[in-house]
């Protein structure tokens, strides 16, 4: 079945610096691939998307690249703010046999201090 | 995107009864969805769940034990029966338009403990 693993946090970064979570998956066929992210007291969000091979999500100062060859798709950000502390999951959405569901990563815990 | 709104937001409850969660959407949606989320896991699809039918279960979920109700296309509940400590979880209600995109919205959660 399809899976997804990303890293273990926590991740604690200083204000500023940049960030790599990583994210590698599992699937059969060419399944979307999504970044949701988790701020503290609030329920999970989508941050970003990629539905293709080589397409690049942003949004919010994050990227994340859809590398088939690969299998990943690692969530960067070039400078990050205190305000981006929050629990990062990595997602696809794919499957066979005309059933597709989204299938979730871990989740990684990002903390920024100033 | 939509609004979801779940409640109870927290509950402890004992070992052996059951409680009822509840789902609102502020619009209609298409799919909705419900998960579990363990300590320290990811997130887990408990059954989808359809408009006027009965729901539609992941492996190792069954209906005795999550039932789940979806009158409409802005309203659906989950009910988890006969707890025990390991039913301990965060329970998340999720919407989705359309079948094809896998972009999900999703309320704050409903945080269970069961003693």
């Known amino acids: 079945g399809n899976s997804v693993t990303q890293m273990e946090g926590p991740v604690t970064l200083s204000e500023e610096a940049f960030l790599t979570i990583n994210c590698t998956y599992t699937?059969?066929?060419?399944?979307?691939l999504f970044w949701y992210v988790q701020y503290p007291g609030e329920g999970l969000q989508l941050l970003l998307k990629?539905?293709?091979?080589?397409d690049k999500g942003s949004n919010k100062g994050f990227e994340a690249t859809y590398r088939k060859e690969t299998t990943s798709f690692h969530l960067e950000k070039g400078s990050v703010q205190v305000s981006d502390s929050a629990v990062y999951f990595c997602a696809l959405f794919g499957g066979s046999g005309g059933y597709q569901k989204v299938t979730f990563g871990i989740g990684t815990k990002l903390q920024v201090i100033p | 995107s939509a609004v979801i709104s779940q409640k109870p937001s927290r509950d402890i409850c004992q070992r052996g009864t059951s409680l009822t969660i509840q789902c609102q959407v502020d619009?209609?949606?298409?799919?909705m969805f419900w998960y579990r989320q363990q300590p320290g896991q990811s997130l887990t699809l408990i059954a989808t769940?359809?408009?006027?039918?009965?729901?539609?279960?992941e492996s190792g979920f069954v209906i005795d034990k999550f039932p789940i109700s979806r009158p409409n296309l802005t309203f659906s509940t989950l009910t988890v029966s006969n707890m025990s400590p390991e039913d301990s979880s965060i329970y998340l209600c999720s919407g989705g338009q359309g079948v094809t995109t896998g972009e999900l919205f999703f309320g704050e959660g409903s945080r269970l403990t069961v003693l």
């Open positions: 769940a359809n408009q006027g039918s009965e729901a539609t279960y």
């Open positions: 990629a539905t293709k091979a080589d």
């Open positions: 619009s209609q949606v298409t799919m």
């Open positions: 699937a059969t066929g060419y399944p979307s």
